[in-house]
């Protein structure tokens, strides 16, 4: 079972029915779910995964002291404590009365702050360039399963996505690297037969790729070890997974140099036929670097558009 339905059945079945008993005068306060570290809030948990930090549990968030004070917190946490402890044939670890693990009682102003650095989730334009976006794909990914008053999911609706702007200066930078160290880069190591720097090219090349394809399906991209994971789920270039796995596990000696170099050059051609559907780049060639600066182009903001192309890598 994954672990968010696992999550959701407990609350439900569990974690509703004492909060309706033993706590309605605050009930409508508590926004309860499951979201933030771990792969269970992915949707990406597994029997390997379930070897740790795997067990019932859901988290609830709650407002600061001057609508739920620190007595009627710790009350809470005691009662989600108490709750049954095995479910569904799972055992619950045990749970700190003062809290500080995944699951339970949780300050929403605590986990915002935790995730984007401000209680509240306003972010400027620094804070969107400069937070790592697995932070914010913690803070926006799992399930909420009631949220009465609205807040923590007003906010994760906030939080859902990247301003446009900042998208396209991330886009145009991370463009740039993919046409640096794949297409001119790459075969320039090779021709001086220097296979390691060859690697150190293609490893640039995916990961920068890889955050592309990730900003023009305009989704977060998460914590490393899952990207490729996430990428077989995306509606677009997600068929570029094999290709992008064969670079960075494949050696490069001069037949599989052959193959790699043409490879790049059908991945930033792909990358360039979806920039264009998009209308973010005039540029009518494949090769990513021209396309990097028509994007930068198209920013709005002077300010963020006038900045160093690679500010958002």
């Keep these: 079972m994954k672990g968010l339905e696992l999550a959701e059945r407990f609350y439900f079945e ?3 029915p004492m909060l309706r008993e033993k706590f309605p005068e605050i009930e409508k306060y508590i926004a309860a779910g499951l979201c933030g570290s771990g792969s269970e809030c992915f949707g990406y948990d597994d029997e390997l995964s379930a070897d740790h930090d795997f067990e019932p549990g859901f988290c ?18 005691r009662a989600y404590s108490a709750l049954p402890k095995e479910f569904m044939g799972y055992r619950r670890s045990s749970v700190s009365p ?4 995944r699951h339970g009682v949780i300050r929403t102003s605590d986990f915002l ?4 650095g401000d209680s509240e989730g306003n972010l400027t334009d620094s804070d969107w360039f400069f937070l790592p976006e697995q932070s914010l794909a913690e803070a926006t990914n799992g399930r909420i399963f009631s949220d009465p008053s609205g807040y923590f999911t007003s906010v994760r609706e906030k939080l859902s996505y990247l301003p446009e702007n900042v998208r396209l200066k991330k886009l145009a930078g991370n463009l740039l690297v993919m046409g640096q160290s794949g297409q001119y880069n790459y075969p320039r190591c090779l021709l001086r037969k220097d296979t390691a720097a060859a690697h150190l090219c293609v490893t640039e090349f995916v990961g920068s790729t890889l955050r592309v394809i990730f900003l023009l399906n305009k989704k977060y991209i998460p914590y490393y070890k899952w990207t490729f994971r996430a ?4 509606p677009r270039l997600s068929d570029l997974s094999s290709s992008l796995e064969y670079l960075i596990s494949s050696g490069n000696g001069e037949k599989e140099g ?12 792909s990358v360039a036929n979806v920039l264009k559907a998009d209308g973010i780049t005039i540029y009518s060639g494949d090769e990513a670097e021209g396309h990097a600066y028509s994007v930068n182009d198209r920013i709005t903001d002077s300010n963020l558009r006038n900045l160093h192309i690679l500010y958002g890598v």
Aim: glycine share 6%.
């Design 60 to 77: 609830l968030f709650i407002p600061d002291e001057d609508i739920v004070d620190s007595r009627c917190a710790f009350a809470l946490e």
């Design 98 to 101: 003062v809290g500080g693990q």
């Design 14 to 16: 569990c974690g509703a």
């Design 258 to 269: 052959i193959k790699k170099k043409a490879l790049i050059e059908d991945i930033c051609c």
């Design 231 to 234: 990428l077989k789920e995306l």
């Design 113 to 116: 702050t935790a995730k984007t």
